[in-house]
């Protein structure tokens, strides 16, 4: 599977509480009003800006904080294909893959990666490609890949 998209840069520790604000967790929201409120005290910019296949680039510990599902969720449903991270925190990086998110940890990557550009991953063969450099990664297991590909656990069980 291959993913290209426009970036939006992040720096380190970006925590759920940014990426889905607390006052909005026990709201009954629809997928799109949970997208219009993706990491809007980070860049109040980012929901209006948002295109379905970009992705998000970011240092260290990408999702540290609570374990709040709605952050990997409504990344999601703002149109994020993937994030590329130098790290993430344990529980949000099974967060993303629960809800069909594919998240890359690979440093290199994560601090090459411009604001702005385009980039391409083949998803299937571990590569992340910008400009003319290409960084690699492990690719996922067909199990996981599998649940990536159903568009998250739910609809991976629910074809079972």
Do not use: W
């Amino acid at each position: 599977m291959i993913i290209e998209g426009k970036v939006h840069k992040y720096g380190d520790d970006i925590n759920t509480d940014v990426i889905y604000p607390g006052k909005y967790t026990y709201q009954q929201l629809t997928e799109d009003e949970m997208a219009s409120h993706a990491l809007e005290d980070l860049d109040c910019e980012f929901a209006r800006k948002v295109k379905q296949g970009d992705i998000i680039v970011a240092g260290k510990n990408f999702g540290c904080g609570s374990s709040r599902e709605q952050a990997a969720a409504c990344l999601k449903y703002a149109g994020i294909s993937a994030i590329i991270a130098d790290s993430f925190s344990r529980i949000f990086f099974r967060n993303a893959i629960n809800f069909g998110l594919l998240a890359i940890a690979n440093s290199e990557a994560a601090k090459s990666i411009e604001n702005g550009s385009i980039v391409k991953i083949d998803r299937d063969n571990g590569i992340i490609e910008f400009d003319d450099k290409k960084f690699k990664f492990s690719p996922y297991p067909p199990l996981v890949q599998s649940i990536l590909d159903d568009g998250g656990l739910i609809p991976h069980l629910q074809q079972a």
